[in-house]
């Protein structure tokens, strides 16, 4: 099993990008798929989600409307468009997979917004 997140890096306030989580080792179309990030000294939380089967997300109230969660069950994987950043969107954002009592994780990218 495994999750490999990519497209992180360092970007300037205002401008975007895309995250990338490719999944191996199990069926994604059985999980809900989830995006976490934590700064530093802060606790991981939970910035996306989209479900299973009808694909509906839900967001933080932090990047409501900036980010949006995707996913394309054929390409076993999983998106984050960010527009919008903000410096304090600086973090390492990880790709979550669950279903039931399995939770995947992924090694986690850097993103970093500089003002």
């Known amino acids: 099993v495994q999750l490999v997140e990519s497209g992180g890096g360092m970007v300037e306030s205002g401008g975007s990008l895309r995250l990338s989580c490719a999944a191996s080792g199990f069926k994604i179309t059985n999980y809900d798929m989830r995006w976490f990030r934590q700064a530093p000294g802060k606790e991981r939380e939970l910035v996306a989600t989209?479900?299973?089967?009808?694909?509906?997300?839900n967001y933080a109230d932090s990047v409501k409307d900036r980010f949006t969660i995707s996913r394309d069950n054929a390409k076993k994987s999983v998106y984050l468009q960010m527009n919008s950043l903000k410096p304090e969107d600086t973090a390492v954002y990880y790709c979550?997979?669950?279903?039931?009592?399995?939770?995947?994780w992924g090694q986690g990218t850097q993103v970093t917004v500089s003002s």
């Open positions: 979550n997979a669950v279903f039931n009592y399995l939770n995947y």
């Open positions: 989209i479900t299973v089967g009808s694909g509906s997300t």
